[in-house]
């Protein structure tokens, strides 16, 4: 591509590194990274509990868990969006 020429992508040029793009998307919508963080937070207390489960089948366990982790990701979904509706439609932007 010559110099001279325009650049397809002028708004991608413009970040400056993944990360930025990462916090700037974190900042957009908070909520999903908490439901992620808390959806991992969930499966690796599982994995632990799965080891010191008692006398809990096998089964029923990995059914908690899953239910568990699903519910987290779920509420945090709807918080997310709960929050968005609140900051559009009940505290206007300054336009």
Known sequence: MSPSQESVYPEY???TSQTSRLIRKFKETPFVPIGMGGFVAVVAYGLYKLKHRGDTKMSLHLIHMRVAAQGFAVG?????????????????PKE
């Open 76 to 92: 945090a979904l709807t918080c997310g969006v709960l929050y968005s509706m609140f900051r559009d439609y009940v505290v206007k």
């Open 13 to 15: 040029e413009t970040e």
